[in-house]
């Protein structure tokens, strides 16, 4: 597996430490002995652990690098180059419940002038890489990573467009499969959740007209056309309906 998400994914986590952070040539070779497995005769110390498990994330070995990160943040919560290279390893992997444990550890952990910018940071990676689902076509699986998300973090208001967004895509699919009720219910959770988004509205009427519930069809169209009045979408719609 590739473990190297996208550019614009990453680009806001290595904004704030990328040209901070320097390798020494001594702790280089440490990490590439240790990496081969070479005895070592005393315990690492925590930034020696967090650049061997860098340099095991970069040489596709996630599950040691976590290993090493882990016990590295152990040592010293305040590692912030150890979230960083947790949440890619969860994001990479898929492992959206992880991806909400390392962000609320670094939550937890992270203090001081700069913790804002850091945590903003993580935030945005994982902004990133629900929009990157929703344009693959994984409305589930971004739905599941938006809520981690949320449970963490519930003042984003970015994460809070995407969950109505992951929503609405996730009623769409299961509309698709003919599951009508289950994706009425994503589609009024999407209303609940942004209440100005008239796609959710008409997506809602359409399927509730397939479902034979007629009126209350109407009733969301009425609903959307508060919103705008002039939507073309909404009114030929009513025109549609109030003709059955």
């Given at each position: 597996m590739d473990y190297a998400l996208p550019m614009q994914t990453l680009s806001?986590?290595?904004?704030?430490?990328?040209?901070?952070?320097?390798?020494s040539v001594a702790l280089a070779t440490l990490?590439?002995?240790?990496?081969a497995g070479t005895a070592m005769p005393s315990p690492l110390a925590p930034e020696a652990l967090l650049e061997r498990g860098i340099a095991r994330f970069e040489a596709g070995q996630p599950g040691a690098a976590k290993r090493d990160l882990d016990a590295a943040l152990a040592a010293d919560p305040t590692l912030w180059d150890g979230y960083v290279t947790l949440l890619r390893i969860d994001l990479a992997q898929g492992d959206w419940p992880g991806a909400?444990?390392?962000?609320?550890?670094?939550?937890?952990?992270?203090?001081?002038?700069?913790t804002r910018r850091q945590i903003q940071a993580l935030i945005d990676a994982l902004v990133a890489r629900v929009q990157a689902l929703l344009r693959e076509h994984r409305p589930a699986e971004a739905l599941a990573l938006v809520r981690e998300?949320?449970?963490?973090?519930?003042?984003?208001?970015?994460?809070?467009?995407?969950?109505?967004?992951?929503?609405?895509?996730?009623?769409?699919?299961?509309?698709?499969?003919?599951?009508t009720s289950e994706a009425i219910e994503r589609f009024r959770e999407a209303i609940r959740r942004t209440p100005q988004e008239?796609?959710?509205?008409?997506?809602?009427?359409r399927a509730l007209f397939s479902n034979g519930r007629l009126s209350e069809a109407l009733r969301a169209l009425r609903d959307a056309l508060r919103i705008d009045?002039?939507?073309r979408d909404a009114r030929d719609m009513m025109k549609g309906l109030t003709r059955v």
């Open positions: 806001s986590l290595f904004a704030y430490h990328g040209a901070r952070r320097v390798r990490c590439l002995f240790i990496g909400g444990r390392t962000l609320r550890r670094a939550l937890g952990a992270l203090t001081g002038p700069e998300a949320l449970s963490s973090v519930s003042e984003s208001k970015a994460l809070h467009k995407l969950y109505g967004e992951a929503l609405m895509a996730r009623g769409r699919e299961l509309l698709a499969e003919g599951k008239l796609a959710a509205y008409l997506d809602l009427a009045p002039e939507n």
